[in-house]
């Protein structure tokens, strides 16, 4: 029975091994494609969490305006603003209380 895999040991071949540093520069490239996919997902991650409230919060009060809510709309922008400065200002007191 053949070894697939004898072109990855020394032995498989007399000389300068082309094949075998072909073979492990080609994973190199696979695992830096790898490394890239995976911070870009992180960054997706951390964009919608960082932007996912704000967004929301502007079609919520883009909805109530287009339905003509207007009082409505501007009563939920401005309490979902106030909870916003709220959860800042409680991170804040966490950074703080951290970085004593």
Avoid: W
Wanted: net charge positive.
């Amino acid at each position: 029975m053949k070894n697939e895999y004898a072109f990855l040991t020394k032995s498989a071949s007399p000389g300068p091994e082309p094949r075998r540093n072909n073979v492990i520069r080609h994973y190199a490239v696979q695992m830096e494609y790898v490394i890239i996919a995976v911070l870009i997902a992180a960054a997706a991650v951390v964009a919608v969490v960082v932007f996912g409230r704000s967004v929301v919060t502007g079609m919520i009060a883009a909805g109530d305006g287009a339905s003509l809510q207007h009082t409505e709309a501007a009563t939920d922008l401005e309490m979902r603003r106030n909870d916003r400065d709220s959860d800042a200002q409680k991170a804040k007191s966490y950074h703080d209380s951290m970085h004593k």
